[in-house]
């Protein structure tokens, strides 16, 4: 994605959505399985091309947080346990493994 930041918004339908599928109605488009973690998002719009497995060693993954009250917190879990509210955000950043405290994304914004 060579630091590219992809916005997508999605609707509500209730009080809360949970993650999974506000991924599916966003229409970015992804891949996942199952992990130690819970379900791991392996690719996000192509990135990476390619995976045997989720955390391949030694390779970059796709670090997920959540944005509450305007600040990012790293996700403990995968992204099928998160629930967002409105006014909430799901964030994904692709890090290497190397690093010990990822980055979050950029805040959303309205624009």
Known sequence: MAGATVS??????AD???????????????QAQSSGFG???????????SFPKCFPPDQPYWS????????????PNGYATVNLHDKEALGW???????????????????
């Open 64 to 75: 997920l947080f959540v944005e509450i009250g305007g600040a990012w917190a790293s996700a």
């Open 39 to 49: 379900e791991a998002v392996c690719q996000v719009n192509n990135e990476p091309t």
């Open 93 to 111: 950043h692709y890090v290497q493994q190397t690093d010990p405290s990822p980055a979050p994304p950029p805040l959303a914004t309205t624009g």
């Open 8 to 13: 997508k918004w999605v609707r509500l339908a």
């Open 16 to 30: 809360s959505n949970d993650a999974a599928s506000s991924m599916r109605e966003s229409g970015a488009g992804y």
